[in-house]
T-cell receptor, first 110, second 114 residues
């Protein structure tokens, strides 16, 4: 079974804090993705990576950055958290088209 | 560019009755199409996918979807709803980029009444 894990299920941070969300997959997948999920908007792609140290912007990259130093790990960074970044964050990995998702991190920024 | 429209944000059915969740897509090429399901406080799980083979695709838990190119639709159906089907369902289309990025619909919340 493919396993995608995320470091936290719930996170509470203050405005202006630097926030790290970690994602690890155990299937040697080339591609990894970060989405945010908001009610009524579905999932929106923030960033993705198709190889180690490679990254590309998704549809809503503003206010976020990413890091992929090892194939199995993909980190999402909020350099200075803001209240409008309160959301559910989902990580996924894939080899071809089918993406496998982690359980999500619900982030609250106060 | 591709896009997905889920025609109903909420669908309510009685247990044992059929389920129909509607999805239309737009794409400039022949896309792959997916349905994912998300149960409360869980990640997304793949229900089924269409990749240009048979137009009627069978998935897990008794769900199936039919690809209709002329109507640009990919509706999800199940003959008889079960209480455990209550969840949010997402229709998804793949892109043509290097990592085959996905574009998600806005979701349909399915409620199953006893």
């Amino acid at each position: 079974d493919v396993k995608v894990t995320q470091s936290s299920r719930y996170l509470v941070k203050r405005t202006g804090e630097k926030v790290f969300l970690e994602c690890v997959q155990d299937m040697d997948h080339e591609n990894m993705f970060w989405y945010r999920q908001d009610p009524g908007l579905g999932l929106r792609l923030i960033y993705f990576s198709y190889d180690v140290k490679m990254k590309e912007k998704g549809d809503i990259p503003e206010g976020y950055s990413v890091s992929r130093e090892k194939k199995e790990r993909f980190s999402l960074i909020l350099e200075s958290a803001s209240t409008n970044q309160t959301s559910m964050y989902l990580c996924a990995s894939s080899f071809s088209e089918t993406q496998y998702f982690g359980p999500g991190t619900r982030l609250l920024v106060l | 560019a591709q896009s997905v429209t889920q025609l109903d944000s909420h669908v309510s059915v009685s247990e044992g009755t059929p389920v129909l969740l509607r999805c239309n897509y737009s794409s400039s090429y022949s896309p792959s199409l997916f349905w994912y399901v998300q149960h409360p406080n869980k990640g997304l799980q793949l229900l089924l996918k269409y990749t240009s083979a048979a137009t009627l695709v069978k998935g897990i838990n008794g769900f199936e979807a039919e690809f209709k190119k002329s109507e640009t639709s990919f509706h999800l159906t199940k003959p008889s709803a079960h209480m455990s089907d209550a969840a949010e369902y997402f229709c998804v289309v793949s892109g043509s980029g290097s990592a085959r990025q996905l574009t998600f619909g806005s979701g349909t919340q399915l409620t199953v009444l006893p």
